[in-house]
Structures are given as C-alpha cells and as structure tokens.
C-alpha cells in the first residue's frame, strides 16, 4: 500500500477571465519511506498540488489516499512546509518551530525542549527566544523547515525548502537532511527547482509539465546510499541531469505565455 497516492487530479481556479486551468490528470505516488521529488516550471501547479495534499485546497477532481484511506480535503494528515515560511510573528523561534508538534497533540513542554535541542542543529542556536522579524530569510526558512520536521506525521511534504539560502548552506542542509532521512526513512514529497538537489536526494523524480500541469515523465534515480557529494560528478548523474534539464527545456519553448 502506497503511503500518498494521488489519483486524476484536475484543478481550475476561478480568475477575470473566467477560470484557470491548474492541474491536468495528476496522478503519483509516494511509497512508505521514499523520497521523491517534483520538478517543474515556474507557475505550473507544485504548491497548489501541496495545497490539495494538506487538505487546504478542494482539487476539482481527483482523489488523494494516505495509507490506502481516502482524505481528500481533509487537514492535518501531513507535516508540511510551506513556500513561504509561514511564522507568527508574535510567537517565539523555539513557539514557531514547536507549534507543528503542539498542533499534533504533543505536550507543550516537550515540543519546545524538543524545538531547543534541534535550533543549533540548523545554525540557530541564540535565536530561541527571538521573534522572527530578527531573521534573515533564510534562517526564517530553517525555522519553518524544522517545524515540519519535527512534527509527528509520516508524510512530509516540502515546497522548494531551501530556496533562499546560500550555495554552501544549502548542501549542508541537503546533507543533513539525507542523514536525518537515511536514520528515520520517513516518506518525502519534495519540490525543488534544483535539478542537481532533486538527483541528489531523491529515490524518484516526477518532471511536470507547464500549466495546466501533468506528469511529463517519472525518472528513478540509480544511485546507492548513503550519498555523498562526490556522486554529482558521476557520468550518470550528468546524464540524468542533462534529460531532465532538457525536458524542462522543451516546455519553456512551449510555454506561449513567455
Ligand atoms: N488561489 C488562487 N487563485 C487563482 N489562481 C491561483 C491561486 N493559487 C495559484 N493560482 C495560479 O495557479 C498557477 C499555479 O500556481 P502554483 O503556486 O501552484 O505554482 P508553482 O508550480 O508552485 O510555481 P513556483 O514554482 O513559482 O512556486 C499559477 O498560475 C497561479 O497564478
Ligand atoms: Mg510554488
């Protein structure tokens, strides 16, 4: 039994002009402790698809089952991370990144010495009693990264998680995620415009389509674990990166709209 599955998924969202059409035909699936990422055009329906996971959106049609269940519009199912960090601002570091766990049913107490242990963790150590506005984005992304990996559900779903930071912090971060992952194999849903972070991390990659998305193709990646940076160098990783960037490729030449 799959641990996510989306089945026909079709969005249009209401506009001006009358309606847009979101999402065509989606169907993927997310198996019990794999990583897989979403890749695909700017504008084209990844954090909507989120959205419709989370339970936060209503798809048009289509379904979505966790462990063989079918949640389709239901909330609270998944740990998940917005695009955007999403922190209040009138909460604590150690409160914001806490509230995922709280949330779940965890004792407050325990939830923000968990939150303590784990800030140093992601270069935040200092920060905890702080409130947000203190941050560099960046940093707000790590709170909020940390907040979905600290709550409880199987799932996590994250959208383009580290997008704001820097080169170098962003590989330290990818690699303390596979570690993380590689101890505690839960299930990820990943989306990234990295070409070369969704190979590295990920078991399986789907590749989307302009808007309205669907699947363009489903790519598995080869490589053993645990992974270290040196694989990106690989003649087969080159390769993958090459098909995958080429796919992209041909939909920016097909996108009328640019
Ligand atoms: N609430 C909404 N109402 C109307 N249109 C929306 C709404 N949310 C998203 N859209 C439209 O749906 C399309 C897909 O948006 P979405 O945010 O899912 O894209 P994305 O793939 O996550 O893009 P990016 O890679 O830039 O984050 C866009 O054209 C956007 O304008
Ligand atoms: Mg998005």
Redesign the pocket.
């Known amino acids: 039994m799959s641990k996510l599955k989306l089945t026909g998924i079709h969005h249009v ?1 209401p ?1 001006k002009k009358g309606h ?1 059409s ?1 999402l065509a035909d989606i169907h993927l699936h997310v198996e019990q402790g794999e990583f897989v990422s979403i890749i ?1 055009p ?7 698809l989120f959205h419709i996971i989370g339970g936060l959106v209503q798809p048009t049609s289509g379904e979505v089952w966790l462990d063989g269940e079918k949640v389709t519009g239901k909330k609270g199912l998944i740990s998940y991370m917005p ?1 955007q960090p999403a922190l209040f601002p009138w909460l604590s570091i150690e409160e914001n990144v806490a509230l995922g766990q709280e949330v779940a049913g965890e004792s407050r107490t325990s939830a923000i010495a968990k939150a303590r242990e784990w800030l140093p963790k992601v270069g935040l150590g200092g920060y905890e009693r702080e409130l947000p506005h203190v941050l560099s984005g960046g940093m707000q992304q790590r709170v909020s990264f940390l907040r979905a990996l600290l709550s409880p559900q199987e799932l996590m779903c994250l959208d383009e998680p580290f997008g704001s930071l820097d080169a170098l912090t962003r590989l330290d971060m990818q690699a303390w995620l596979l570690n993380i992952w590689e101890q505690n194999k839960r299930s990820i849903l990943f989306v990234t ?1 990295s070409i070369e972070e969704a190979i590295f991390l990920s078991d399986r990659i789907y590749v989307l389509s302009n ?1 309205p998305a669907s699947i363009l193709e489903e790519l598995k990646v080869p490589f053993a674990r645990p992974r270290q940076e040196a694989i990106m160098q690989e003649t087969a990783f080159i390769a993958l990166r090459q098909r995958i960037q080429g796919l992209l490729r041909q939909e920016k030449t097909n996108d009328v709209s640019h």
Do not use: L, R, Y
């Open positions: 969202f506009n847009v979101v695909g700017s504008g084209s329906g990844k954090s909507t695009q415009h808007k």
